[in-house]
Nanobody
Framework: QVQVVESGGGLVQAGGSLALSCAAS????????MAWYRQPLGKQRELVAA???????NYADSVKGRFAIFRNNTKNTVYLQMNSLKPEDTAVYYC????????????????WGQGTRVAVSS
């Protein structure tokens, strides 16, 4: 069994910063990509940032230059540092980890956290 748990959300004023964390635990052989998504109220879930095992990153255009994703492979953890927050960043943020539970798996499965809420006031 695998658990993916996010933490660090909250309420912040526009221009402020927040840091999110996501830890994967349980029966894990290896973790491939890790990513942060967000879902504003009434809208579809969208990719915010992703990072490969080797540290290659990509970002949504809306967050480039403001957000940074990084990971600690020894702790199976991914982080999202969010700076210069805007009201439009308000959403539930979800972590996704692509995990193999065994060396026999040909490809990883995606596991999602329960989400953490970020609210940015104007």
């Amino acid at each position: 069994q695998v658990q993916v748990v996010e933490s660090g959300g909250g309420l912040v004023q526009a221009g402020g910063s927040l840091a999110l964390s996501c830890a994967a635990s349980g029966s894990i052989f290896s973790i491939n990509g890790m990513a942060w998504y967000r879902q504003p109220l009434g809208k579809q879930r969208e990719l915010v940032a992703a990072i490969t095992t080797g540290g290659r990153t990509n970002y949504a255009d809306s967050v480039k230059g403001r957000f940074a994703i990084f990971r600690n492979n020894t702790k199976n953890t991914v982080y999202l540092q969010m700076n210069s927050l805007k009201p439009e960043d308000t959403a539930v943020y979800y972590c996704k980890a692509s995990i193999k539970q065994s060396s026999t798996w040909a490809s990883p499965n995606d596991y999602w956290g329960q989400g953490t809420r970020v609210a940015v006031s104007s």
